[in-house]
Each structure stands twice: as structure tokens, then as C-alpha cells.
């Protein structure tokens, strides 16, 4: 695995010094015209407006309360992880990400991509939050609702584009250093000369704190702890032009991020590597080619509840993600933006695991499998005067193989189970289409309908867990997710300063995967008829001088449907899913350099578990940014997270409670140099 790691990095690091040769070489021939990379893909085409998109500029990005991208996400209703925790408190492994209410595990139903490239793990499909830094972002795009182009397989909730920041956006040197009254850091700092007609960007960051009382004073114990953090992510990059219209993206990333979760000696953490080279090509015949290889790792040590020792250590899960696409637009004319193209995504993965019992070992266990999918898409966007039709469809070649667990005694001698199972794979269609009409004075008018697939993960295929008392069993018969959805919106500008849109949405995932009750403290995960969530989503910005006010709000309608074995789940919410979610930011930016923001959300109650009987109460939370400069390239920040205190529940299992951050204040200082 490390070879293949250290291959890509050598031939992508090669190719983009490589690069920054060519525009050398040129100038000595004969002054050209500038030329401009961006370090970004192709533009968007002309019926992006047509779903329900939302963007989020770098100015928000920059100014959150916790320095955390699923806090910047969350500024969008209806965006959600399994549970309400942060990633300095939660399990990674619940880190998985939804939208509009299509919940009920922790698998991510949305696709996640950093500059094209997806994000999620490929064992468990969760996101590593801790590794994306926000300060290094420059802009985020969530478009709600299936997704049939590139990498659509997967996206049955949405997509969320993460797109780096450019050299000008960063500056010569930035960096921050800020401590909170815990006693928590969070150091980072970013340098990005530009070299040539190029740039190139070293990161790094590094959190740590001792973290805060998940449990509630009133059930800890002698062996209850504050839930400890320590995570840093580094990262290069480096952008180039190959021709006058050819430009060469390179990125390197290196994360690590461990943390105690509840009881003393119940570490968990992640680690990972990522490597990936993309060419995009503006000319006649617009192009994006991408590849990429991703190493990760995962650990988790359960403490009993009752007893207080270990009873699980799944001390390791080593998975390698390989993939890529190829997107080609041919000259259409004015009136057509044409893009066909192909992808491909691999994930192989395993775990290795001990039962424990007074101490010692009473059961080894290895298990893991690969998953694949090769899609094929063509998309077309028509212009017609005001109005623009799109249509699209894909094919998806699915592989689910070599999957296996295999059991031994103690001694590891004595096999207890030895199972190969079957591989099986096909073919899947799915489609995309939708127009927008610009009526006028700032009016549009837009439909949307689509459709989409999601492959069970290797984890939920064949990697049974426990959250006491509860233990969730895999299975290995699972089949895949397939969406079908359809919504329509109206968006409004009456005034360069106001925007304002309003959605309404019918979705429904067949064939959901669910973590279904079979017993007392016993669920496994299962296959239903389907989730089916319908609702409203509604979004206003007003920016007037150097005031802004950014809302959000999604009321969503979510029930599961279920017959059978399962008509007891019939009409049921999903776990983890609210009714309501809202946001609104306030900002003021007197003078440049100076920033004040607050922002208040609030997030419905939902339930726990399938069954609807263990209740997480609705949860209002105020937050702070404040950034004053000080002297030349020197600033004052001031964040605050849960100003009211309000006790957010993430866990509630027969009374057993987790609780998100309570109150926390940040000092610190930031500095740019351009």
C-alpha cells in the first residue's frame, strides 16, 4: 500500500515540476500573454441553477466560531452527521454526512469532494473532518438532491464541493495561534508563494485539548473523562500551466487525529495519506482529468460501561481508496454545454479486532472486502433564450467482492468461523434533468428530477460494532440504495443585496440501509422499502454595506417504509433525523480586516434509535466570531461556541447521555502577509 502511495507521489510531484518549467522555458522565446491559473476545475455550466444550490464565500468560511468545517456546513438546514457532535468528541466512524433528513446510519448519503476528489473513507464512507482545515478553503458549494455526473454514484443526498483556496485568497503567509478556557489550541499556518505563472501551498494545523464532560456530572464514574483531542493534517499543493489554457493541480496530504471518548483507555483515532493530479484544459475542447490514491487507518478501544475494562480493540482497519475521472466538453456552440465522461472509484479494506474478557483475549477477528464502481455519463445543458434545459444520464458497473471474516480462538489457533462470501456486481442506471427559467426583474423559476444509487460500505457489509449497551451486527447481504426524487424552487433577486430562494422536495431511497432492532440491545443492519423524506428549504441573503444577514431553513417531513419483518418501522422517523433545522448569520464588516459575526441555529428533536423511544431534545446554540487587526499584519480574534450553555444531546441510549461542546471561549491571533 505504501509503495503505490509513494509511486503516486513521486510521478504527481514529478509532472508538476514539470510544469513549472514549461512557462519558464516559454518566456525566454518571446513575451506572451499573461497567464492566470485559478487551481480550480471547470466553471460551472449554465443549469447548475436549475437544483437547489447553495454557496458558502470564503469571508463565512473563515469566520466560524469553532475553526471547524462541519460547523461552516452546518450553516446549511437539512445538512447533518449521524450524531450532533463535533469531530473533537465524536466516534469518526459516526462522521458520516446527509441532507434533506435522509439519515438513519452513519454511512455519508452525500458526496463530499475536495477539489474533485472524494473525501470519504473507503471502510467506513464517514468523512475525516479533522483533516480539512476551513482557512484553507476559498469557497463551498452544496447542491441538494441526486447527482448523475461525475462520481454521482453515492451522491443520493447531495454533493458538497470543497474548493481550495488560490494564492491571492491566502497570502504570502497566514497563520493563527488560539487557546481556549479549557486550555485547548489550535495552531496553524499556511505559505503560498507563487512560482512562475504558478503557485504552490504548505500547510499545516494542529489541534489539541483535554477536551470537555461528554458524560453528565450526575452518571460519571471514577473511570468517566473529558473527551481529549489531538489531531494535526499537512498538506502541499501546487498549481501550474502547462500551455496558455492547460493548467496541472497537485496535492499531498498527511492527516492524524486521536481522541478518548467517555471512559479512560477508550482511544479512537484516525490516520490517513492522500495523493492526487489533476489536468483541466479551458481550450476549444474543455477537459478534467483526475486521479487519485488515498491510505487510510482507523482504532477504536471499547471500555465496558460496567466493568470499566476493555472489551474490544479493533486496532486496526487499513483500507486504500484508488480513482479517477476524465470529463470532456467539445465545442457545442453558445447554446450547448456537452460533457460526457468516465470515473472510477476502488475501495479495499480490512479490519482486525480482539474480544476481551478480565483482561484477556478470548477472540481474534479479521474481516474486509473491495468495492468498485465504474460510471459512464454524458450531461447536456440547452440554451434557450431565458430558459435552459439540462438532461443527463449515467451507468454504473458495481463490484461487491473477495469479502470474508474469519474468527480464531485466542491462541489463534482454533478457527471459529471461516466464511468467503459470494461475489456479486451489475449494472445500474441513473438520471438527471431538470431547466431554469429566467423569468426577469431578478426572478427564476426551476424543476428538477433525478435518481441515483449508493453502495453499501465494507462496514456495513461485514464490521459489527457496539455503542453500550447496544450491539449493531454487519451483514453481508445488503444491496444497494437507489434514490428517486424530484423538487421544484423559486429564486429571487429583486436587488443585487437580496437573494432569496424557496424549495420544495419529494425524495425517497429505495432499499435503505437501516440499523434495524432485531432483539434487546440487539440491531442489525438491514435493507427497508425505503426512507422517504418530502419537504421545504428556504435560504435569504441580504447584504447592505458592511452588514449581512445569511439564513437558512429546511422543515422536512422524513418516515421510514417498512413491511414485513419490519412493519413495526412503518411511518417511523429515522434515527438521527430532525424536523426542523435553521441557521441565520449576522455579520458587520466595518472596514476591511474587521469582522463581527454571530450565529444562532437550532436543530429539532429526533430519536436515537429506530424505534422512536429514546428522544434527543431540540437544541438553540448562539456563536461569535470576532476579528479586530491590531498592527500590520496582526489580528485579534475572539470566538465563541455555545454562548447560552445550552446542553446539546448527542447520545441518548435508555438514559444513558452523551453532550456536545458546552460554552467555550477562544483568544488568539491571526496574521497575513500578502
Not at 469518526?92 to 472524494?118: E, I
Not at 481474534?364 to 430558459?387: P, V, Y
Not at 440491531?523 to 444577514?549: M, Y
Not at 485579534?636 to 447560552?644: A, D, F, P, S, W
Request: aromatic share 8%; hydrophobic share 40%.
Amino acid at each position: 500500500m505504501m509503495a503505490i502511495m509513494l509511486s503516486a507521489r513521486t510521478v504527481a510531484l514529478g509532472a508538476i515540476a514539470a510544469a513549472f518549467s514549461v512557462p519558464a522555458m516559454a518566456g525566454e522565446a518571446e513575451p506572451q500573454a499573461p497567464i492566470i491559473v485559478t487551481g480550480r476545475g471547470l466553471e460551472t455550466t449554465p443549469a447548475t441553477p436549475a437544483y437547489a444550490v447553495q454557496d458558502i464565500p470564503r469571508e463565512r468560511i473563515d469566520a466560524s466560531a469553532s475553526g471547524r468545517i462541519e460547523d461552516v456546513l452546518s450553516s446549511v438546514a437539512g445538512f447533518q452527521q449521524f450524531r450532533r457532535s463535533d469531530s473533537r468528541s465524536s466516534n469518526p466512524s459516526a462522521q458520516g454526512v446527509t441532507l434533506r433528513a435522509l439519515g438513519g446510519n452513519a454511512a455519508s448519503r452525500a458526496l463530499v469532494l475536495l477539489d474533485g476528489v472524494p473525501l470519504a473513507d473507503p471502510m467506513f464512507g464517514y468523512i475525516p473532518f479533522s483533516a480539512i482545515a476551513p482557512e484553507r478553503l476559498g469557497a463551498v458549494r452544496v447542491t441538494r438532491g441526486g447527482g448523475a455526473g461525475a462520481f454521482g454514484a453515492g451522491a443520493v443526498a447531495g454533493t458538497i464541493e470543497l474548493t481550495s483556496a488560490d494564492a491571492g485568497q491566502l497570502g504570502l503567509f497566514s497563520g493563527r495561534a488560539l487557546v481556549d478556557d479549557r486550555g485547548g489550541t489550535e495552531l496553524s499556518g499556511t505559505l503560498a508563494p507563487g512560482l512562475g505563472a504558478g503557485f504552490a501551498e504548505l500547510s499545516g494545523r494542529w489541534d489539541r485539548g483535554r477536551g470537555f464532560w461528554t458524560t453528565p456530572a450526575a452518571q460519571r464514574v471514577p473511570a468517566s473523562v473529558r473527551a481529549g483531542y489531538d489531531s494535526w493534517s499537512a498538506s502541499a499543493r501546487a498549481v501550474a500551466p502547462l500551455t496558455g489554457d492547460i493548467e496541472i493541480q497537485g496535492r499531498v496530504m498527511a492527516f492524524a487525529d486521536n481522541r478518548v471518548l467517555r471512559f479512560a483507555g477508550a482511544a479512537t483515532g484516525t490516520s490517513g495519506q492522500d495523493a492526487s493530479i489533476r489536468l483541466v484544459g479551458r481550450g476549444d475542447w474543455r477537459f478534467d482529468v483526475l486521479g487519485y490514491v488515498q491510505a487510510r487507518d482507523f482504532h477504536n478501544t471499547v471500555i465496558s460501561a460496567s466493568s470499566f475494562t476493555r472489551t474490544l480493540d479493533q486496532r486496526r482497519t487499513p483500507s486504500t481508496g484508488l480513482g479517477g475521472k476524465i470529463e470532456i466538453r467539445p465545442p457545442m456552440g453558445d447554446r450547448h454545454v456537452l460533457r460526457f465522461g468516465t470515473d472510477l472509484r476502488i475501495g479495499d479494506a480490512v479490519f482486525e479486532e480482539e474480544n476481551y474478557a478480565s483482561g484477556a483475549v478470548t477472540r481474534r477477528r479479521r474481516a474486509g472486502g473491495r468495492n468498485s464502481d465504474l460510471g459512464m455519463f454524458i450531461e447536456d445543458d440547452w440554451t434557450l433564450g431565458r430558459l435552459v434545459l439540462t438532461a443527463g444520464i449515467r451507468g454504473d458497473r458495481w463490484t461487491i467482492r473477495n469479502g470474508f471474516l474469519h474468527e480464531t480462538d485466542s491462541s489463534g489457533s482454533v478457527v471459529l468461523t471461516d466464511r468467503r462470501y459470494p461475489d456479486r456486481g451489475g449494472w445500474e442506471a441513473s438520471f438527471r434533468g431538470g431547466a431554469v427559467w429566467h423569468v426577469g426583474s431578478g426572478l427564476s423559476l426551476r424543476a428538477a428530477g433525478y435518481s441515483g444509487i449508493r453502495q453499501p460500505t465494507v462496514n456495513e457489509l461485514y464490521r459489527s460494532f457496539v455503542v453500550f449497551p447496544v450491539t449493531t451486527n454487519a451483514n453481508p447481504g445488503l444491496g444497494n440504495e437507489r434514490l428517486r426524487g424530484f423538487e421544484g424552487g423559486i429564486d429571487f433577486t429583486p436587488a443585487p443585496a437580496l437573494t432569496l430562494s424557496a424549495t420544495a422536495f419529494c425524495n425517497k431511497v429505495g432499499n435503505a440501509i437501516a440499523n434495524v432492532t432485531i432483539g434487546t440491545n440487539l440491531k442489525e443492519r438491514q435493507n427497508i422499502d425505503a426512507i422517504r423524506a418530502r419537504g421545504l428549504e428556504f435560504g435569504a441573503s441580504l447584504h447592505f454595506g458592511p452588514v449581512s444577514l445569511d439564513g437558512s431553513l429546511a422543515l422536512t417531513d422524513a418516515a421510514m417504509r417498512a413491511s414485513g419483518a419490519q412493519a413495526r418501522l412503518d411511518g417511523l422517523r429515522p434515527a438521527q433525523t430532525p424536523r426542523i433545522a435553521a441557521s441565520a448569520t449576522l455579520a458587520w464588516r466595518p472596514h476591511p480586516g474587521w469582522t463581527f459575526s454571530t450565529t444562532l441555529r437550532h436543530v429539532g428533536a429526533q430519536y436515537e434509535d429506530d424505534l422512536q423511544v429514546d428522544r434527543l431534545p431540540p437544541a438553540t446554540t448562539l456563536d461569535a466570531y470576532a476579528e479586530l487587526p491590531v498592527a500590520g499584519p496582526f489580528s485579534l480574534v475572539l470566538r465563541g461556541e455555545n454562548l447560552t450553555g445550552k446542553d446539546i444531546v448527542t447520545r441518548n441510549q435508555g438514559g444513558s447521555i452523551d453532550l456536545g461542546t458546552p460554552r467555550t471561549l477562544w483568544a488568539g491571533v491571526k496574521v497575513r502577509v500578502k
